[in-house]
């Protein structure tokens, strides 16, 4: 788990992880597309953009203590068994676990977003959601995980119309296997933006790091490597 050093007034560091997403949704990032150094340039980022979106309330002293490196063992490895899970989902029939994903036979894509409703998140939703069929095509399918109760999920995939759904990560416990949990002292544990393919076999083939710079083009981005992976 990542800790990110904060020292801020609790409304400020309320408002910046009220709106995660939106706030995190400002300039670009100079970071790689997949490698080690791009998930700790994240991390840089979320640290930026806390100050941001906290901007009126806080000195410039607000936001202190050095932010630690991504170590490379904190993301899975590529070519291995992607971590195991099962987690409550918005379909609200139950759980769904890594091995009913495998059971289908596709591959699948497992994208960590921050919060349900903010505009970052919806953006990538909803690019997820236009580009369905060209995901079927290649034989995937897309879940969603967050921190965000089950009901508040559900009610996101209802209100922007998703044929996909989301799973509930309470306490960030997945999100801290894949190396995608992000903790704000005084605020608990929040899923970061990262996405992972999985092959039919549950073996994990490729990670997106840097999503959160890109997430108007993400999906393309994916679909793109997946039919490389596929080739």
């Known amino acids: ?17 009220a709106a995660p997403c939106s706030a995190f949704s400002a300039s670009p990032l100079k970071m790689s597309l997949q490698t080690d150094s791009g998930a700790a340039d994240t991390r840089r980022a979320f640290l930026a953009r806390v100050g ?22 904190d993301l899975p490895s590529t070519g291995t068994r992607a971590p195991t899970f099962e987690l409550p989902n918005s379909r609200e029939d139950g759980t769904t676990s890594l091995d009913d994903l495998t059971k289908s036979g ?25 580009d369905i069929e060209k995901y079927r095509s290649l034989d995937t399918q897309i879940v969603g995980v967050s921190v965000d109760p089950v009901e508040k999920n559900a009610a996101f995939c209802n209100k922007e119309g998703l044929d996909f759904y989301m799973l509930t990560d309470a306490g960030g416990v997945v999100s801290k296997k894949y190396g ?5 002292p005084g605020f608990g544990t929040f899923s970061n933006r990262q996405t992972y393919i999985i092959d039919p076999k549950g073996n994990l083939r490729w990670v997106f790091t840097d999503v959160e710079s890109r997430v108007p083009r993400h999906s393309a981005e994916v679909l793109a490597k997946l039919e490389e992976l596929k080739a």
């Open 1 to 17: 788990m990542k800790n990110v050093a904060v020292a801020a007034s609790s409304a400020a560091l309320a408002l910046a992880v």
């Open 52 to 73: 941001t979106a906290g901007a009126a309330a806080l000195s410039t002293a607000a936001l202190q203590g050095p932010l630690p490196a991504l170590a490379a063992e």
């Open 106 to 130: 596709k591959w699948t894509v497992l994208y960590f977003y921050p919060g349900a409703f903010t505009t970052g998140c919806t953006l990538e939703a909803k690019n997820f959601q236009k």
């Open 180 to 184: 995608s949990a992000l903790s704000v």
